[in-house]
């Protein structure tokens, strides 16, 4: 559930009204101690409801509203029995009178947010809140459940969207400056022993460019139920270079995700297995599991975005020394602009190596920053900045700078731009720009690529 059960969201509420500032009405939603007995209310109910026999005394209470409807002590202990087992509905009607009655009793207001909330009505809730915050002074106690109750207003709106299907699929065209994934370096020096060797590097291994096309398809899926989403995707990219076949690729991602409220936020689980091939040869394999939480800052409209994701990567054949298990920690923040939203997203890794692994352990840092918003009418641009720190924890190999370790560090820029042109399809353009940087000149590269070409999505 997205709510606290009702007993315990009636400690809290009853805790909240502790902090209420002198002489305001403190939420009515509390211990049964602080009601007088309403005149219609039998002494045998109010037995059950002093003992706490909330089930018991409800249908008693109910059987009163002819006589009590227009009493502003009986709506608020028929709110208390009905909220303490349940009945949202019923302690809705029940408040809504409260209020009419009592326009200046906050603590009914906010009681109806509560009951409001817990029926699914977020639009009822948000006036009741807004009410209490226009025209009551809350305390900071207070007001940090308000804020929680915002919040929760947001992690249930996402989940009670509704279910959707989604296709998208591209056809593009681009160029890439280093197709073969070349050194930028023009030699290398390798240290035998003592001395020194400057070894140039092969044409072949030096940065070819080539024209390529890329074909992209993904059928995604989202059905909510009972207050939870669950995820599916199965997406396939393809990519063939002119003269180079032997750096095709074809990436495969099939995953699944499942959200629940968790923590005042929305948590996910995400399981993904990922296949990427080269030169019509598996490559490597990836199963991925990320566990998720995002929390909504109500003031401010933000997100705070936090994770753990853990990857097992397994490479094909000959390359399995280059296998790698890495667990992720991720933290970061979205949030909405006048124009557009941010994304600054930060993670960090180790990646654990086999002992026959060059280099072994490795430690990796991660900083993204995207915007995404609108542009030129009716366009759409996406600004992705992305830097990125590996230094393995052994030397890499003896005859590279006398076994020193390996340090990398990774910068990349990416502008999209995309228009619509007809129902469903989109003109794109994109342009992206990266550059490696190492202590062993082995791992230095540059690459530009330029795309452009019609996207689908239905």
Known sequence: ???????????????????????????????????????????????????????????????????????????????????????NAQATLALERLVLLQPDNAGAWLDLAVASLQLGDRANAQRALDQVERGFAAPPGIRALIQDLRRRMQVQATLTEPSRHRLRGGLLLGHDSNANGGLAARSLSLTPGAGVIELPVADDFRPRAAPFWLLTGELATRQTLAGQAVEGRLALAEKRYDGLGEFDTRDIALAGAWQRPLLGGLGSVMAEWRRLDMGGQPLIQVPRLRLGLEWPLPDSGCRLLGAVDGEWRHYRGGLARYDGRLLWGEAGTRCPLARGALTLLARAARDDGSAERPGEDTRRQELALAWQGPAFRRGEAVLLAQAGRARDEAGYSPLIRNDARREIRRFSLRAELAWPLAEAWQLVAALEHTRQISNLGLFGLEQRLLTAGLRYQQ
């Open 1 to 87: 559930m997205i709510f606290l059960g009702a007993g315990l969201l009636i400690c809290l509420l009853g805790l909240a009204s502790a902090a209420w500032a002198d002489g305001a009405p403190a939420p009515s939603v509390r211990a049964n101690a602080g009601h007088q007995r309403p005149a219609m209310v039998p002494e045998s109910t109010w037995q059950r409801v002093s003992r706490g026999e909330w089930a018991a005394a409800l249908p008693e209470l109910m059987a009163l509203e002819p006589q009590g409807a227009m009493d502003p002590a009986y709506n608020a202990l028929l709110a208390e029995a009905a909220l303490a087992v349940g009945e």
